[in-house]
């Protein structure tokens, strides 16, 4: 509330040190600049209620504030805020050298291919353990198949012979 106007300088993300930056409620205009994401000891940021805009620097500092932070300023958008308009990104590509492990950047979208290969290799590995053992198998085969016809017996039995019992009791 320090009624400062015009827009924050790039030069801001030369404060390597910097913990702790509130510019809430003023009139500060523009955007967010990217040297702001580089801001690694940054724990505290604080841009509610101004009139900036674009997207926000992607960066692991700034994507892990809560959106409070940004509230106010309707022009801004991208993560921790509502996606862009155009934005068709849906997992963030790692770039080299940027310090952001594979597993920070990736959103869990990829759980599914992972799903689907292992549901459908159990399926291949399941059908053909069984079914490929009785065509192999003779014995287990016989086996099998009189298990099979021994409990249709024991079910017509049960159908036929045992409940029409039961109902005919007083």
Not at 43 to 60: C, E, M, Q, R, V
Not at 68 to 80: E, K, Q, R, W
């Given at each position: 509330?320090?009624?400062?106007?015009?827009?924050?300088?790039?030069?801001?993300?030369?404060?390597?040190?910097?913990?702790?930056?509130?510019?809430?409620?003023?009139?500060?205009?523009?955007?967010?600049?990217s040297s702001?994401?580089?801001?690694?000891?940054?724990?505290?940021?604080?841009?509610?209620?101004?009139?900036?805009?674009?997207?926000?620097?992607?960066?692991?500092?700034l994507?892990?504030?809560?959106?409070?932070?940004?509230?106010?300023?309707?022009?801004?958008?991208?993560?921790?805020?509502?996606?862009?308009?155009?934005?068709?990104?849906?997992?963030?590509?790692?770039?080299?050298?940027?310090?952001?492990?594979?597993?920070?950047?990736?959103?869990?979208?990829?759980?599914?291919?992972?799903?689907?290969?292992?549901?459908?290799?159990?399926?291949?590995?399941?059908?053909?353990?069984?079914?490929?053992?009785?065509?192999?198998?003779?014995?287990?085969?016989?086996?099998?198949?009189?298990?099979?016809?021994?409990m249709?017996?024991?079910?017509?039995?049960?159908?036929?012979?045992?409940?029409?019992?039961?109902w005919?009791r007083?």
């Amino acid at each position: 509330r320090n009624n400062l106007n015009g827009s924050i300088l790039p030069k801001i993300g030369e404060l390597t040190a910097l913990e702790f930056l509130d510019l809430s409620r003023n009139h500060l205009s523009g955007q967010i600049p990217s040297s702001l994401a580089n801001l690694n000891f940054l724990g505290t940021l604080d841009l509610s209620y101004n009139n900036l805009s674009g997207k926000i620097p992607t960066g692991t500092q700034l994507q892990g504030l809560d959106p409070s932070a940004f509230m106010g300023n309707p022009g801004l958008c991208g993560p921790p805020l509502a996606k862009c308009t155009g934005d068709t990104t849906f997992v963030n590509v790692p770039k080299q050298g940027d310090g952001i492990s594979r597993e920070e950047r990736n959103d869990g979208s990829d759980i599914f291919p992972g799903l689907y290969t292992s549901v459908v290799l159990g399926f291949i590995i399941g059908f053909w353990g069984v079914c490929g053992t009785l065509v192999i198998k003779m014995s287990w085969r016989h086996s099998y198949f009189r298990f099979v016809e021994d409990m249709y017996d024991r079910v017509y039995v049960v159908v036929v012979v045992i409940i029409p019992r039961v109902w005919r009791r007083p």
